[in-house]
């Protein structure tokens, strides 16, 4: 099982900017992309950034343009970023990263997640 642990969240006004971290450990092979969800209270987990293993990056078009992923491996580590700016409050989600298994999806056990809240 991968172990996925978020940081970087908190409390900002409109147009402000955050960085999420994410540190992915455990079972770190035949991943083919990493991404980061969102989450608001009684709607679906939706996915807004998702970068390949060959570094393609695809984004929601709700953050197009003003969200940026990015991943860096280390040697059983790895750490994928969420730069978000232009923050809007309809970016206000607990925000978690997950990685995408060659042939098995997502994986099942997600991290306790980053709360991100934006000011208007």
């Known amino acids: 099982q991968v172990q996925l642990v978020e940081s970087g969240g908190g409390l900002v006004q409109t147009g402000e900017s955050l960085r999420l971290s994410c540190v992915a450990s455990?079972?770190?092979?035949?991943?083919?992309?990493v991404g980061w969800y969102r989450q608001v209270p009684g709607k679906q987990r939706e996915l807004v950034a998702e970068?390949?293993?060959?570094?393609?990056?695809?984004?929601a078009d709700s953050v197009k343009g003003r969200f940026n992923i990015s991943r860096d491996n280390a040697k059983s580590t790895m750490y994928i970023y969420l730069q978000m700016n232009s923050l809007k409050p309809e970016d206000t989600a607990v925000y978690y990263c997950n990685v995408l298994y060659d042939g098995l999806g997502w994986a099942s056990n997600w991290g306790q997640g980053t709360q991100v809240t934006v000011s208007s």
């Open positions: 455990g079972r770190l092979y035949s991943i083919n992309a």
């Open positions: 970068i390949t293993s060959g570094g393609g990056t695809s984004y």
